[in-house]
């Protein structure tokens, strides 16, 4: 079988990147979220990271992380204006058609929402040429927009095409955004889904604690609020969302085990919310790899 | 300068921000300069001026310029062979070219440094569709970039009369799936152009969206893939200039007899409305359409 509307991210696993995306493509994957950091880190360099990549058969969901961009003033705002560029541009080697963008949780940020608006007017165009989209993500100790309900208003006054949202289902398991904010949300604008279960029953708000983000997301299906996400699923799917969910998943178990065995667990999420959460009929086949091979 | 009354003519108003008026060139980028420089002879174009220092050539006729760069630094990197000749940029008259710059870089657009500029005069320069670039000029008319870029060569005519009246009626823009909403976003947003209903066409190729430029003078028309070939891998690209003509079958004939081949497919031929040339050196068409709306006085 292979996924069509799922993802995994290369931060969820362990190891050299090309183990990463042979283990995502072994379990079934079409497509890989990928970390700026495994590209520009490779140990080969940026230009085998790359080359590992477009190797690998798979399709890039988007690339992550474009941090603190929005907001900042003279020249911290035209070094964020580099830091963009240098990562539209990666976004392009590597076929991607969407960058991940998180709301500033910097202290130096603006917060008029004018300033606000116009950075990330400014950030869309820029993405024009590079055929690249942006993915605005709420974040919950961000000062300039907490979740997808406010990163949302952003997106709707800045009004461009390419400028859209990542919405994070931590939102709704940890900052208790209450679910029909989605309704007011046009499926259109979302860019990107990310799925995340935790494993404990209580959630620690990122606010209070930003350690426990990374440290016990796992796959959807294996914490303890599976019912929450199929909920908050079948609510997307009934908007109309009809893009990727990408496993949004960071812990320190998952940093110890062979990506394969990690791999594994996402293709046992991925089963769960196809069959059992969205109910769907078994998919077609690799649409990426028919796409591709028309092309050809 | 003996313009600015003309610059200052151009509305200065939320419609037209940077006081865009006109197409001043449009460059094509080749490693065999000779041979495009033979097909834009034969479309009545002539050699005027050589670059200073650099593998650069002026080609002109009537209001248009044509610039052709063969330096091996400005050829483009993805298309091959790297001797097809390639739209590698063109040239906005804007009221004042840094301030439009400076205006289009604060909005989201790419500068591109000065280094890679087909011109050695401060032309700023911004990314456009591909590995093309978008330039701002503001001296035009009596004097122009070219007189501090290029050397005149010698007894040639440097205002060589159009054939048919031709004048740049517009550039297409090949692009993406889905894309066109980005691209009219681009360009209404930085430059001021406005879309037009698909009502309104002009000549024979009836595909893509209209983006009439804010001073009303030229086109850009965006295409986006068939259908069939709307997942095939294909770089965005500027892919052929647009000529207006009042009178597109006089000037085909004119131009047929110069030795341009015209296309005479049952979907695609010539007729009144318009015409397009048969693909040369690779990829290289260019297009007539029927357009009475400026008919350029011959130089004196």
């Known amino acids: 079988m292979i996924f069509r509307d799922f993802g995994m991210d290369t ?17 079934g994957f079409s497509q890989v979220m990928i970390s700026a950091t495994e590209i520009v880190g490779h140990p080969g360099g940026v230009e085998a990271g790359i080359r590992a990549v477009r190797a690998s058969g798979l399709a890039v969901t988007g690339l992550e992380m474009l941090r603190d961009f929005e ?5 911290l705002h035209a070094y964020k204006v580099d830091v963009a560029k240098s990562m539209l541009e990666l976004c392009q080697e590597l076929r991607g058609r969407l960058l991940i963008v998180e709301a500033s949780t910097s202290s130096h940020a603006n917060t008029d929402p004018d300033a606000i608006v116009r950075d990330l007017r400014a950030l869309a165009i820029l993405a024009i040429p590079k055929r690249v989209r942006i993915a605005y993500k709420g974040v919950s100790w961000s ?21 859209g949202l990542a919405i994070d289902a931590f939102d709704i398991l940890a900052e208790k955004i209450p679910l029909d904010d989605i309704d007011a949300i046009d499926p259109e604008q979302i860019f990107l889904v990310q799925l995340s279960d935790f494993r404990w029953q209580a959630v620690y708000s990122m606010a209070t604690n930003a350690a426990h983000d990374t440290r016990f997301r796992v796959f959807p299906g294996e914490g303890a609020h599976s019912d929450d996400l199929s909920t908050f699923v079948n609510r997307l799917d009934t908007l109309g969302y009809d893009g990727v969910y990408s496993f949004d998943v960071y812990n320190d178990d998952y940093q110890q085990m062979p990506p394969d065995l990690v791999a594994g667990r996402a293709r046992r999420a991925a089963e769960w919310l196809e069959e059992t959460v969205l109910r769907r009929a078994l998919p077609v086949p690799n649409m ?6 028309t092309s050809d | 300068m003996t313009n600015v009354l003309e610059h200052e003519a ?9 006081g865009i008026s006109g197409i001043e060139f449009i460059e094509f980028a080749t490693s065999k300069p000779q041979a495009l420089g033979g097909v834009l002879e034969k479309l009545g174009f002539r050699p005027i001026a050589r670059h200073r220092s650099r593998e650069v050539e002026l080609y002109r006729q009537g209001s248009m310029n044509i610039v052709v760069n063969s330096q091996p630094a400005d050829l483009p990197h ?19 070219a840094e301030a439009a710059f400076q205006r289009v870089r604060d909005m989201g657009a790419w500068e591109i440094p000065v280094r890679a500029r087909a011109m050695e005069l401060n032309v700023p320069a911004i990314h456009g569709a591909g590995e093309s670039l978008i330039y701002f000029v503001d001296r035009y008319d009596e004097f122009s970039i070219y007189d501090i870029d290029f050397h005149a060569i010698p007894s040639v005519e440097t205002k060589p009369a159009a054939i048919g009246d031709l004048h740049f009626f517009g550039i297409v823009q090949y692009i993406g799936a889905d894309r066109t909403a980005d691209w009219v976003w681009f360009y209404s947003q930085l430059f001021g152009f406005m879309p037009l209903p698909d009502s309104v066409r002009f000549g024979i190729m009836p595909r893509g969206l209209l983006l009439q430029s804010p001073c009303r003078s030229f086109f850009l028309q965006l295409i986006e893939p068939e259908d069939s070939a709307r997942f095939a891998a294909m770089d965005e690209h500027l892919q052929r200039i647009g000529f207006g003509t009042p009178d597109v079958l006089s000037t085909v004939a004119l131009l047929e007899k110069r030795g341009i081949e015209f296309l005479t497919s049952e979907k695609v031929h010539t007729n009144d409305r318009g015409a397009l040339t048969k693909p040369c050196l690779g990829s290289v068409m260019f297009e007539l359409v029927h357009d009475e709306s400026r008919i350029h006085p011959a130089p004196q």
Do not use: I, W, Y
Not at chain 1, 288 to 293: D, P
């Open chain 1, 11 to 27: 931060a969820s696993m362990a190891g050299p990147l090309e183990a990463k995306l042979a283990a995502v493509r072994r379990a």
């Open chain 2, 10 to 18: 151009v509305p200065n108003d939320g419609l037209n921000p940077l």
């Open chain 2, 78 to 96: 993805t298309v091959h062979p790297a001797e097809t000749p390639v739209l590698s940029a063109f040239a906005l008259r804007v009221r004042d």
């Open chain 1, 143 to 163: 000062r300039t927009a907490s979740d997808f309900s406010s990163a949302g208003e952003f997106v709707l006054r800045a009004n461009c095409r390419n400028l």
């Open chain 1, 288 to 293: 990426q790899g028919l796409r591709r091979s």
């Open chain 1, 71 to 75: 907001g900042l003033d003279g020249h």
